[in-house]
């Protein structure tokens, strides 16, 4: 398989090259990035980590890539898919490193999101996979809460829906506005035309308790009815989602949630 050079709206990704062992050395041996690593690493522990890459562009297909920005050129870490063995199997773990004065900027969530999308339609060792086996390997993001838990988050978000439907008759709202108000709610998922990292902040803007009952209380506490009516609607939208199993976004994908992958 060809390693491929990805792009970004930020960055390309290309692979390794011995050429960026001292960029590279200088991130692996940082101790703050470092620190869940039994130690960072020195010259020679960096270069057979791009000495490893390098094979396993040429056994397996794919390993870590540089990201490099498209701007001015910086090499700014690595990313990319590697063997981890877990359980006593070999799985494929998709992971990073970045320059510690390049983070908080979403650079290594925008590289990953990218390399993943490359994976499952080029790997055959993930794409090959069906639903279940993912979920089998991948419960961060799958169906893992306890059935009793479960059962009482939907219960309760049931509770949240009778409620804001309570208040939203008792502010008289008009019931013909009711539910094209609610599904107006979901309009927020537009949010993902621009790809899953914004499309989950706008979407769990709209679609958390704070946003709800903030807009609720203010709409109270000021008299205002439109405000209120909108509060009512959102705590209804919310406990409605909830009830039915869906949660807060993750930046993965749109099916991922804090609650499990949706339809699973």
């Known amino acids: 398989m060809t390693i491929p050079i990805l792009e970004t709206p930020r960055l390309l990704l290309r692979p390794l090259a011995p050429t960026e062992l001292d960029a590279l050395a200088e991130i692996l041996g940082d101790p ?5 690593y039994p130690h960072a690493f020195g010259r020679a522990e960096t270069l057979a980590w791009i000495e490893r890459d390098l094979a396993r562009y040429e056994t397996l297909g794919f390993g870590h890539l540089a990201m490099e920005m498209r701007s001015d050129g910086r090499f700014v870490g690595d990313c990319g898919p590697t063997i ?3 359980a006593g199997v070999d799985e494929i773990e998709l992971g990073w490193h970045v320059r510690r004065d390049d983070w908080n900027q979403g650079l290594a ?3 990953a999101l990218t390399i ?11 794409a090959g996979r069906t639903e279940d086996e993912m979920d089998a390997t991948m419960p961060e993001v799958r169906n893992d809460l306890d059935p009793q838990v479960r059962a009482w988050l939907r219960l309760e978000g049931l509770a949240a829906f009778v409620a804001g439907a309570l208040i939203y008759g008792r502010l008289d709202g008009d019931w013909v506005w009711f539910i094209p108000a609610q599904l107006l709610v979901d ?6 035309l621009r790809g899953a990292v914004l499309g989950a902040i706008v979407y769990n803007f ?5 946003t709800a009952l903030a807009v609720l209380g203010v709409g109270l506490a000021t008299q205002s009815a439109p405000l209120s009516l ?6 209804g939208h919310v406990g409605a989602d909830r009830a039915f199993g869906f949660g807060l976004k993750l930046p993965t994908g749109f099916r991922d949630t804090h609650l499990g992958r949706i339809g699973r």
């Open 109 to 111: 969530t925008e590289a």
């Open 116 to 126: 993943r999308d490359w994976a499952f339609d080029g790997l055959e060792t993930t």
């Open 206 to 210: 709209f679609h958390n308790w704070a």
């Open 230 to 235: 909108a509060g009512a609607i959102l705590v």
């Open 84 to 86: 981890l063995r877990v």
């Open 32 to 36: 703050v990035g470092m620190a869940f």
């Open 187 to 192: 309009a927020s998922a537009i949010g993902y």
